[in-house]
């Protein structure tokens, strides 16, 4: 049996999160490795890329999370047949990355250089990119990123909409999402309550 090691932080978001639902939904079982700050920062250069997620297959390493997302989102059935709309997951997950990029140039600042960047950040790439993304979902029929069905392209849209929505992030409006994309909003209730994630987390309080 193939043996697969998901390593990534301790929390339910971020670009490893969706790879663990899609394992879970593939009915793979994993290794689910989660580091703290500290333990990551020890083995850091130890990574191909300096970065998490890594998956494990039989001992080799693969990064580069939505690749990863695709080929695990394939054997659950959670990413699409269709050429092109495996074309709009596609675009869709590339959106996310590039969104999660951005946010994530400004971690690591603090006070007023923190404050600085993140309001240029709400200003710019933030809003360009959280109405592009309704934009998407708009295209998709208004309830799925692509197809008719969950695909992974849900799931990494549902980490960046609870994640801005949640107030963790330093001067960004909790509500910025709301007001921008109130389509997100509906559709972060809509993944939250599908039958696939909600599998994933009564799994964890197991
Ligand atoms: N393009 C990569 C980006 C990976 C990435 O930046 N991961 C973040 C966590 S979500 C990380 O490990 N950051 C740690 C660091 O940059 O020191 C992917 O999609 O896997």
């Known amino acids: 049996m193939t043996n697969y090691k998901l390593t990534y932080f301790d929390f339910a978001g971020g670009r490893g999160e969706p790879i663990r639902i899609a394992l879970h939904a593939a009915g793979i079982e994993f290794e689910d490795n989660r580091l703290t700050f500290a333990e990551f ?14 998956l494990e297959i039989d001992g080799a390493a693969v990064t580069q999370s939505n690749a990863i997302c695709r080929y695990i989102g394939k054997m659950a059935g959670l990413y699409p047949v269709d050429h092109l709309q495996a074309l709009y997951c596609d675009e869709t997950l590339g959106a996310v990355e590039d969104l999660s990029h951005h946010i994530g140039q400004t971690f690591g600042l603090e006070g007023e250089a923190l404050r600085a960047a993140r309001e240029k950040l709400v200003a710019g790439w933030l809003t360009t990119f959280v109405k592009g993304l ?20 849900d799931l990494k849209v549902l980490m960046q909409t609870r994640w801005l929505r949640s107030g963790a992030l330093d001067h960004i409006p909790q509500d910025l999402v709301d007001r921008i994309a109130p389509n997100l909003v509906e559709h972060q209730a809509r993944v939250e309550a599908d039958p696939v994630v909600v599998a994933w987390y009564a799994s964890r309080n197991h």
């Open 41 to 54: 920062s020890k083995m850091r250069h130890e990574t191909r890329f300096n970065a998490l997620p890594v």
């Open 134 to 153: 309704g934009a998407l979902l708009e295209r998709g029929g208004g309830q799925y990123f692509a197809g008719e069905s969950l695909s992974i392209a």
